[in-house]
Structures are given as C-alpha cells and as structure tokens.
C-alpha cells in the first residue's frame, strides 16, 4: 500500500523552543519508519509544492490508494497534574484502529504521538498482508519468490543502505533494465514499473538493503505476471546475475568483518 510523506516548510523558530525540540524527536521517528518500510515515500520537488506549502499540518503520512492518513495539525500548550506546562500534539488518524475504520482527532503528549504512529504504520502494513483474489494471491507469491532469492542476511539490513560498491553494481542492474522496458512500452504495459524502478534508483543511497530488494521483489513480481516469455524478455540472460553480484559483493564484505573482527 503505496504511501507519501508530506512536510510542511515549517522552521524549528516557528514554535516553541520545547515543542521544536519534541517536533525533531517525531521527525527522526518518521524518518526511522520511512527506512524500514519500502511503501513509504518521502514526496519532494515542485510537482507537490503545492500541497507540501498547505499550512494545516506539520507532516501527513497518506495512502494513495485510500483516504488513510497520519497527520499532526498543529501543537497547544496544557498544563498537566503538576501544573508544569505540556505541549499536546493535534493528531488525526484513520483508521484509527485495527476495529475502527473511521478517523479520529487526538491530543496527544509525544510519548503518545510515537505510540500512535507505530500502531498506525503496523495497522497499515497488515493491510497489504490480505489477499481477497487469486490474482493477488499470485502477486503475493511472486513478491515472495524474489524476495526469498534476494534477501539479505546482514545483521544491519534493517538499518543500513548497501554499501558503495554494491550501489555500483545495482545502478548498472537497474540502468540496464530501465533501457529495456523503456524498449519495450509499446510491446507490454510497463508504465508503473517503469516508475517503480526509477523510485528503486533513486532511493538506493538513502534506504536500507531490505527497503531496496523489497522494492525489487514488487517490480520484479509485476513483471512476472506479464508472463515468463515477457519477464525474460524484460530481464534479459545474465542481468538477474550482476544483481546477484552486487549483493554478494556486501555479503562477503560483511563475511571477512565477521572473520576478522574489523
């Protein structure tokens, strides 16, 4: 379930100094999710400046295939049990549950505002695990049968993006299969993948080796329900190779460190 991360132009000086401060601890747990879920893209450039520039909110985390949203609207100041001031975050969310599909408005401290957007994210993320057609069954396996091919066994692919060197190596990979579906539009509907692989390249120095080949394992299943001989002919004879290539380079970096301890 594709997602966009919306920021607003907002500056630390636009609040207050204690709210800016809880401000950034949220902004690095977003951005914390924005590595760990390969669904989630952060939306920049003047295509949506439009909305990025909408006062309302601070940031929105949106669905764009539903009405689903995350958002923080802005911050009050209350006083809590001790009388000491407290900045109450305004959040809406929907669904607001795992058993409430509507949305809702919270005022939430920050403890609770991180509580909120783990819960959201993983109620999100369950959606995409329910399959209510053969066809999107198939899709499943398929996203499997790649991602099982590909997967990375680093202790830190959670948390890190592939190293310089494999870098190298997947930009010759995905260079080489955007020249051949860009050859192949006019023969097979290869629209979105197209910009499926061209957001894979353009993430690879920012996002974690599991983000990458999650995001390779979709591209690579949408291909393969275009056929066998349409895949083969998408992804040519030693091209699924120099990805493997690039992988291992990591992996037997990461061999040699366990081996020596460096």
Known sequence: MPLFIYFSNMKPRDLSLVAAKEYGIILRAINKTLLENSHLTKVEGSEHVSEIRIPEFFIKLKDTKSNFSFSINDVNVHKNYLNEPTNHFIVYLKPSSVIQYNGIEMQLVIEEVLSKLKHWVE???????????????????????????????????????????????????????????????DEYPVEDIIEDV?????????????????????????????????????????????????????????????????
């Open 123 to 185: 109620i999100v993320n369950a959606y995409d695990e329910i399959t209510w057609t053969e066809e999107d069954n198939i899709t499943k396996a398929y996203e499997e049968e790649f991602y099982a091919e590909y997967d990375i066994v680093d202790e830190d692919a959670d948390i890190k993006p592939f190293s310089s060197e494999q870098q190298k190596g997947l930009n010759i990979f995905v260079n080489q299969l955007l020249e051949n579906l860009e050859a192949k539009k």
């Open 198 to 262: 061209k957001a894979i390249k353009k993430d690879l120095p920012t996002s974690t080796k599991k983000k990458i080949i999650k995001s390779f394992a979709k591209a690579f299943a949408k291909m393969k329900k275009l056929g066998v001989e349409a895949f083969e002919d998408l992804v040519k004879d030693g091209m699924k190779d120099i990805m493997k290539e690039a992988v291992k380079i990591g992996m037997q970096v990461e061999l040699v460190r366990q081996i020596t301890g460096h």
